[in-house]
Structure formats: C-alpha cells, structure tokens
C-alpha cells in the first residue's frame, strides 16, 4: 500500500466493531462503533475497515449519531470514561474505495510489474459493499463494477455470472451452520464451470466462508466445491512482485497453487 | 390458526419500531421479501410472515422462533421492499426484544458477548494453519499484538453499563 500513497497504521485501543452484537443489543453495538470512530478522530486518522460488516457499521452508526443528536450525546457520555469524544469528523473508506476511487485503476496499472495475462477471475462483492443502498455503499447495489474495474487493471479478464450478488452466508454461521454452508456452497460449485480461474474478494468473512471454510462445504454438499479464493490485494501484490509469503499466500485453503503456477508461467 | 385478543399485544409493534425504526409499520404484505430471501429458502425465516405477525402482536410467537435468528442480514429483501422495509434491521430489533424477554439466543452470540467483555474482540487471536499444516502465530509472522482497549477493565465496565452484560445473561 505505500507504493500506492496509502500508509496503513493500527489504531491504537481499537475492540470489534460491534455488528455481531447488534443481534444481542442495539446500544451495545452503537458504543462499540462509536467508541472506534471516536478512536480514530481522536488520532487523527481516516478509517479503513477491511471488512464489510465492520464498514456497514460504521457508516449506519455515523449516520444514525448525525440524525439522532440525543443518541449521539448518550454516546459520548459514555465514550468519556475514556476520554475520548465523537464528532462525526472521521471519514470511513472502504477497500473497494480506496483502491477504485483514491488510488485509481489507471496507478495501478503503471504500478504493476508483472500484469496477469490469461487468467480470469469472477469478483464477489460481499452484500454489505453494495446494500443498503440508501446508506450510500461503496458501489451500485444492483451493477457494481468497481471490483471488476479493479481486476481489470491488474491485465486478469473478468466477467459476470448469475451469483454475482449473492450473499457468503456468513450472517447465519452460528444460528444455521449448515445452511450458512450450503448458501457459500451454491457459488463456489457454478465459478468453474463457468470458466473462471479464482474468485476475488475484499472482505474478510467473505474470505472465511469461500476459502476456509471450502473443505468442510465439500464434505456437506458430497460436489466439487474445490476452487481457489483470493484476496484482491492478494492478486494485486502479486502483480507488484511481492513475493508470496509476504502477501501471505500459504494461509490461503482453497486451492490457489494452480493459479499461482498459471501466473508464473506467463511472467516467467 | 385461531388468534385470540387475549394473545396480541397492540403496544409489541412500538417497541420494535423504536429500535428498527418505522419503516416497519409500512408494510402491505406482498411477498416480496420473502420471495427474495436466500435464507429462506434453506431455513424456516418467512421475512413477511413474521412482520405480519409483529405488526398483529404476537409478540410471544415472534420473539420465542427460531426464524428471527436466520436472517442474513443480506439486505437483499430491503433493496427490493416496495415499501421501503428495513426487514434486516426489523430482524435484529426481534433479536433484541427477544433477549430481553429471556429467549436464549444461538450459543455462538454468548460466546462472542462474553469475549468481547472481556477481551475486546468476538474471539482471542487464533493460530493460524497453511495448507500444509504449519501454524503460525502473529508474532512468528513479526506482527505486533492486535489492538486493544488500554484499560480493559474500564472498557468492560462500561460495555456493562451500557447493557451487555445483563444481555449474555451475566
């Protein structure tokens, strides 16, 4: 990322996001994202959560305090014990964002080194990259095509495909662990017959239904769900010639050696 | 299914718009979200079903089924609502008034609440394994520790009085 002009820094005293816990309590999830924008105004940073959810969150919580100014003075009163304070100044960018919008397509295709002719790769959004809507997600709820974009300008083809905008099933991991799979299951047995090589994502649970969790669909579903999963800043540091464990390729389950093998065949 | 007057409770829609907001109240019943709903189709979650039956008053029945806690939280059924229902966000203020019925939720909410009291994050940094079965930690890979909040006893405290706590039943 610094190659792009972007600097990554921790936040420092960050918790989880709250979004899991807005099934349990709305007001303990509202603090536990307003406590992490907080955090980072605090520090001077603009926010980047890798994941969805956490993403969502903070944009409805930013959006909520901004309507709601008695919710928004509860917040900070609690927030105080801290010393910390909520303004609504932070600004929150998604990955998608950040690598489509700020960076732009055109840098990275004269940033990278090594393009990635021949192979094709199908993108999976993750639903909370592009609904709700009326939140103003990072791209078009029914046509996004900024992953797309993005693919594209690493030299990979990409196209569409009917599943497209479907959902990874991670919302209902632990209510309905097996139906969670099967939904993840019903993507990853279309992608190669459909002649892709890999499926992209940004998002974190994303990653975990469609990669980690690939072997265990398998064993559910008795299909071929054997497919290899990346992460896009994955594919695109490949493409800068960052070697792959730096980009830490081995923690990926799915089968992304025959991709690997195919990228290094072409660059050679 | 015969419904009794002694069974509704009018004031049970109240309470679930003031967390999910109003929008709920709009509904007319099409079908469109569950028609849309990918959950549904491998789980017993009938997103219009259950709305009409918050919106009559059955609270007990809503809040006691399983179905509350199969939503995805998609968002795909409130893209399409010609209504303008945020059914996800119905969904969880279910979740919500469920538990402070004293519905248990799935275990795996209890596990995460209980961590984040106490350790800040739904679960402790994990091992992680490669392909060929190797693990590594974060500092094998010369990651330094995850954040956390300074002062996990303070942060605790207030995620209790905020009402956490009391919600995992602790």
Request: glycine share 8%; proline share 5%; hydrophobic share 40%.
């Amino acid at each position: 990322m610094p190659k792009l002009d972007v600097d990554l820094v921790e936040i420092k005293g960050a918790a989880c996001c709250g979004f899991p816990l807005n099934s349990l309590d709305n007001l303990t999830w509202t603090y536990l994202t307003s406590r992490n924008l907080a955090l980072c105004e605090d520090q001077h940073l603009d926010m980047l959560p890798v994941c969805n959810g956490c993403h969502l969150s903070m944009c409805e919580v930013k959006h909520r305090l901004q309507s709601d100014p008695a919710l928004k003075e509860k917040i900070n009163a609690l927030l105080a014990s801290e010393d910390l304070r909520y303004e609504g100044k932070v600004r929150v960018r998604h990955m998608i964002e950040v690598l489509h919008d700020d960076v732009g397509p055109e840098k990275i295709r004269n940033v990278i080194s090594k393009p990635m002719a021949g192979l094709k790769f199908a993108a999976h959004y993750g639903c909370h990259a592009i609904r709700p809507s009326e939140l103003g997600r990072p791209d078009d709820s029914r046509n996004p095509r900024k992953l797309e974009t993005l693919i594209g300008a690493l030299g990979a083809r990409w196209d569409v495909y009917p599943e497209r905008l479907d959902c990874c099933g991670a919302g209902i991991a632990v209510s309905a662990g097996e139906s969670s799979l099967k939904i993840a299951g019903a993507k990853l047995q279309k992608l190669r017959a459909a002649g892709f090589d890999g499926l992209v994502t940004t998002c974190p649970f994303c990653m975990r239904m469609y990669d980690a969790r690939q072997e265990a669909i398998g064993a559910l579903l008795g299909a071929e769900t054997s497919f290899p999963v990346f992460y896009y800043t994955q594919l695109l540091g490949l493409c800068m010639g960052t070697d792959q464990t730096t980009l830490g390729l081995e923690l990926n389950m799915s089968p992304v050696d025959e991709v690997l093998q195919k990228f290094q065949a072409t660059t050679a | 299914m015969v419904i009794r007057s002694s069974d509704l409770d009018l004031d049970f829609i109240r309470e679930v718009s003031k967390i999910s907001g109003d929008t709920v109240k709009s509904c007319f019943q099409c079908g469109t979200c569950t028609g849309t709903c990918p959950s549904g189709r491998l789980t017993s979650l009938r997103s219009r079903t259950i709305i009409r039956k918050a919106i009559l008053g059955l609270k007990k029945e809503v809040l006691s089924s399983a179905a509350i806690w199969e939503c995805m939280i998609c968002f795909k059924c409130h893209e399409q609502c010609p209504r303008g229902v945020n059914i996800p966000n119905v969904m969880l203020a279910l979740r919500n008034l469920a538990v402070r019925e004293g519905v248990a939720p799935p275990e795996g909410y209890l596990k995460m609440g209980k961590s984040v009291l106490e350790e800040g994050a739904v679960q402790p940094p994990q091992e992680v394994v490669t392909r060929d079965f190797e693990s590594f930690t974060r500092a094998s890979f010369n990651l330094p520790d995850l954040s956390k909040p300074a002062d996990l006893s303070k942060f605790s405290r207030v995620l209790t009085e905020v009402g956490l706590r009391k919600a995992i039943g602790g």
